[in-house]
């Protein structure tokens, strides 16, 4: 079953808006983490933000927000005044809490990747 | 910062020869590391999880004699691809587990490599 989703396969947005990528998620592990990664075309993951399952707010990192939405296991992306160098494939992904496994803590599991395109 | 070194970057090998990639991580101890593959324009697969130490738990369907994983130290695992064919073709990209950080972000990935298999 998958266990993440990313339902956008690419994305438009004008240079300086807003956008927001989307990543559902499902999961019984009440202890999990969602992390969203920028791959450039050179293939490295830039990590972006981290949101641990018990984090009452919503996490930020400068120009990137994460909108937790833990009832709907929703953990949508917010890029705000896009760059052109933020064109890129996004990743949302899901690590489950040390009761999915002790040594394999740490495996994330992928959503599909959403292309985004960021327009002059 | 946490830092994960993967080498090589991009190699190029004939059929049927085996190739090594190298995980290192820099200036943390990583008692577990992780190895994915992507496709082009596809989402990461984990292959197999490496503990130092002991063998490596490989994900359904990635064969483990094909895919020989090492991890000798707290700072190094290897994959080896043995007898590549060009299906193998692929990133392969490797992430560490920061040793006794149970949250946050604990989770460092290497800059990948590139194989080609000609």
């Known amino acids: 079953a998958q266990k993440i989703t990313q339902t956008q396969p690419g994305m438009f947005v004008q240079e300086k808006e807003a956008v927001t990528l989307d990543c559902t998620y499902d999961?019984?592990?009440?202890?999990?983490?969602l992390f969203w990664y920028k791959q450039p075309s050179s293939g490295e993951m830039i990590f972006l933000i981290y949101?641990?399952?018990?984090?009452?707010q919503n996490a930020t990192e400068g120009r990137y927000s994460l909108n937790f939405q833990k009832a709907r296991k929703s953990a949508n992306l917010v890029i705000s005044a896009s760059q052109l160098g933020d064109s890129a494939m996004y990743f949302c992904?899901?690590?489950?809490?040390?009761?999915?496994?002790?040594?394999?803590?740490?495996?994330?599991?992928f959503g599909q990747g959403t292309i985004l395109t960021v327009h002059p | 910062g946490a830092v994960v070194s993967q080498h090589p970057s991009r190699v190029i090998c004939k059929s049927g020869t085996s190739v090594k990639i190298e995980c290192r991580s820099l200036?943390?101890?990583?008692?577990?590391m992780f190895w994915y593959r992507q496709f082009p324009k596809k989402s990461l697969m984990l292959m197999a999880t490496?503990?130092?130490?002991?063998?490596?738990?490989?994900e359904q369907g990635v064969e483990k004699d094909k895919f020989l994983i090492n991890h000798a130290s707290l700072t190094l695992s290897t994959l080896t691809v043995t007898s590549a064919h060009p299906e193998d073709s692929s990133f392969y990209i490797c992430?560490?587990?920061?040793?006794?950080?149970?949250?946050?972000?604990?989770?460092?990935f290497g800059e990948g490599s590139w194989l080609t298999v000609v």
């Open positions: 992430s560490a587990r920061r040793r006794h950080n149970l949250s946050g972000n604990t989770i460092y």
């Open positions: 999961t019984s592990d009440p202890s999990y983490g």
């Open positions: 949101q641990g399952s018990y984090d009452q």
């Open positions: 992904a899901m690590r489950e809490g040390w009761n999915a496994g002790g040594t394999s803590y740490g495996k994330l599991t």
């Open positions: 200036d943390f101890q990583a008692t577990t």
């Open positions: 490496s503990n130092e130490g002991s063998k490596a738990t490989y």
